[in-house]
């Protein structure tokens, strides 16, 4: 028998210190580059394994990392608690109602995203030689691997990005989401399936038809049944008085423990188990925002950069690298990624540059497919070229997106945002005391400037748009908004509350700056362009902080935005009226715009 020796200890302590130390510390300098963070932990393997520092130190690796088969042990066995828990915070973040509620257009979006990078990827492998095919794979086994981690995006890498974009809250960002969330279940459904049939002992008939029921099962009732026992459970706990948010994080580590678990003894991997298990306890309305940020916090802060570290510590990055199979690896799966969410937003009838915001949203391929990716090298479906192939084509594919968004944001014309927010539109008191008596409250003084729909019908588009996710953004601001049918030009409105009311803010924080937003349901952009740029403005020096404290009129209010708006880059959008030759919506003070005859809800 082996145990554990103090020496054992010591060397695994200064693994995980460097390890951690070195992957924080240079990811938080790729955080500042606005670069992914991964490249980073990555990099950090890399100079420390066989490929840097195995080749010019061997006696220094071979201490720092020994080829004990227990001291392995330990540090795998750490790596991979990370990447579970990595999952089960994926699945946290997963939003499954919001993408069900969107399920008309983010499904075809999504279904065209999977089939065309699938088909795409997978007739390709098949030119490819049989030398990259892993000892205990098949072609059949190599394509469809491939061309399932081909079509799994980055969920977590394209919320970042469209959150510092400030798009995150849009309709549009909305739809990206919902799409994302939609891939990265099927996508992990499929890619579990096809790892349970390949890596059954007996592949039968009867083996692939007990892999597919069970994944059915489980998946079907957890999904169904599991938020609702998820509730009644964290409800018991509170009654009971357990503390908050420790009781929170206990339920939902066992959670995701008990789905993988379960999913391991159906043989298709515990990862998938934990996904499920965090999207059980994400639909759970009894988790404040500030919860899950604490626990998505300590995942990618202690145990995430250890992980994706450690994979790259035994692969040799210069003696696997093969140019050509890098170049095909991410060609393929960027062009499929990005020619299956471009259809898929056509279809949907979005509009030419949202079209091609979408399908750059869709190309990272990030964390879940180095994921992936390892499962099938473990299970030696793919050899080590094309998995450092595929490790690069995920690091690339996540730095290019960025800044392809950003600048596809470029190519639409300005906006004045604020020429749409009457005087008479700013509540420089609300009296409302929670999230809904204040958009009541702004919708009633919207009544001026939209005439032809009810005050009633205009707060119940809002709170439609809310529940569907918050709009709170950080700082002490929400921005809620809705698009109405017959409105011909955006109207603005801004309601402060000092006191603060509670909004599921992502930060934890009340809200204090509400920023009401209508826009014409046929004019996409204008929203787009509105709520980005009140984020813009709110993160400008400290415009916040004045609108919060400063005691002010609703004039010295708008004086201050007017300000903060003409020194801040201008977004990008040109209202729908002034590209007609209309002077567009009032200015300050001035008439706002009115609605068609027959408004529809």
Request: charged share 15%.
């Amino acid at each position: 028998m082996s145990y554990i020796t103090e020496s054992n200890i010591l060397v695994f302590l200064i693994q995980i210190a460097v390890l951690l130390g070195l992957a924080r510390g240079l990811g938080e300098l790729f955080r500042r580059k606005n670069q992914p963070t991964i490249t980073a932990e990555i990099l950090v393997g890399v100079v420390l394994g066989v490929t840097v520092l195995g080749r010019l130190f061997p006696q220094l690796h071979g201490l720092l990392f020994p080829v004990e088969a227990t001291q392995q042990n330990m540090l795998d066995t750490f790596a991979w608690i990370g990447i579970l828990f990595f999952m089960l915070d994926a699945g946290l973040d997963t939003n499954l109602a919001t993408a069900w509620r969107q399920r008309g257009p983010a499904l075809i979006l999504s279904v065209s995203d999977l089939i065309i990078p699938m088909a795409l990827a997978f007739v390709l492998v098949f030119f490819l030689p049989g030398r990259y095919i892993g000892e205990d794979g098949s072609v059949l086994a190599f394509a469809l691997f491939v061309g399932t981690i081909m079509t799994i995006s980055a969920l977590p890498v394209t919320a970042k990005i469209i959150q510092e974009l400030n798009v995150y809250r849009t309709d549009l960002g909305l739809l990206i989401m919902s799409a994302l969330t939609i891939n990265d279940v099927a996508g992990w459904v499929v890619f579990a399936l096809i790892l349970g049939f390949f890596t059954e002992a007996a592949f039968t008939v009867g083996s692939v038809i007990f892999v597919l029921a069970a994944t059915a099962l489980f998946a079907g009732v957890g999904l169904w049944l599991g938020p609702r026992a998820f509730d009644w459970v964290l409800g018991r706990m509170r009654k009971l008085n357990v503390p908050e948010p420790a009781g929170s994080l206990t339920l939902v580590c066992v959670t995701g423990l008990i789905g993988g678990a379960v999913t391991t003894g159906i043989g298709i991997h515990a990862l998938f188990g934990f996904f499920i298990g965090g999207i059980v306890a994400g639909e759970s309305d009894l988790i404040p925002e500030r919860t899950r940020r604490i626990f998505s916090e300590m995942v990618h802060a202690v145990l995430v950069p250890v992980f994706f570290a450690s994979i790259a510590l035994r692969l040799d990055f210069v003696g696997d690298f093969d140019f050509l199979l890098v170049f095909f690896i991410f060609f393929v799966g960027v062009f499929g990624r990005y020619i299956g969410a471009y259809i898929g937003a056509r279809l949907i009838r979005q509009l030419h540059v949202h079209g091609k915001f979408i399908a750059l949203a869709h190309i990272p391929g990030g964390q879940m497919q180095i994921v992936i990716g390892l499962l099938a090298l473990q299970y030696g479906v793919i050899t080590d070229p094309v998995y450092v192939a595929i490790v690069f084509g995920a690091v690339l594919s996540s730095m290019i997106a960025g800044p392809g968004m950003g600048r596809i944001l470029k190519e639409v014309e300005a906006c004045d945002w604020l020429s749409y927010m009457p005087v008479e539109g700013v509540a420089t008191e609300l009296a409302a005391g929670d999230r809904d008596e204040a958009i009541r409250e702004l919708c009633g003084r919207a009544e001026r400037s939209i005439k032809k729909i009810p005050v009633e019908e205009l707060a119940a588009a809002v709170l439609e748009r809310e529940s569907q996710n918050t709009t709170a953004i950080n700082n002490g601001a929400a921005v809620p908004h809705a698009r109405l049918a017959g409105l011909k030009r955006p109207v603005v409105l801004l309601g402060r509350s000092v006191p603060g009311l509670e909004w599921n803010a992502p930060d934890g924080e009340d809200v204090h700056l509400v920023f009401l937003v209508f826009t014409p349901r046929d004019d996409p952009e204008s929203q787009l362009q509105i709520l980005r740029g009140i984020a813009m403005a709110l993160a400008y020096e400290d415009t916040g902080r004045r609108l919060i404290s400063e005691s002010l009129t609703a004039d010295g209010m708008l004086a201050i935005l007017r300000r903060v708006v003409n020194e801040t880059p201008p977004c990008r959008i040109q209202p729908r009226g002034k590209r007609k030759g209309n002077p567009g919506a009032a200015g300050i003070g001035g008439k706002g715009p009115e609605t068609d005859e027959n408004p529809e809800k």
